[in-house]
């Protein structure tokens, strides 16, 4: 019953890479294998109790309709008042120097 929206940042100078590349790992495409792990990530989630974050107040008002705005219609800021993530930090560290980015998008 649940639905999965997996958002994937690309940094500029990476689209033509993502674009134009047939990445294959195995018996998969890149493409494939980031969906199969982030469906296995999802499955593994479900399963674990809630953290602490996403039941703290300013989380839950944030994420309420109108996603992405507060009471005034105005926009919560881009930058995240967290540091990235540890599982994630592989991923976009592999990203970013794949992609030679070193313009835009930087570690927090």
Do not use: C
């Amino acid at each position: 019953g649940k639905t999965q929206i997996f958002l994937l940042h690309i940094p500029a100078k990476g689209i033509d890479f993502f674009e134009n590349s047939a990445l294959s790992l195995g018996d998969e495409s890149l493409e494939k294998k980031i969906i199969s792990k982030s469906r296995n990530s999802l499955d593994t989630k479900m399963k674990m109790d809630i953290a602490p974050e996403l039941e703290e107040e300013e989380w839950i008002i944030r994420t309420s309709f109108p996603i992405g705005l507060d009471m005034q219609a105005e926009f919560f800021p881009l930058m995240p008042s967290a540091k990235i993530h540890p599982e994630v930090t592989d991923l976009y560290e592999a990203i970013f120097e794949m992609t030679n980015d070193n313009e835009m998008n930087t570690i927090w």
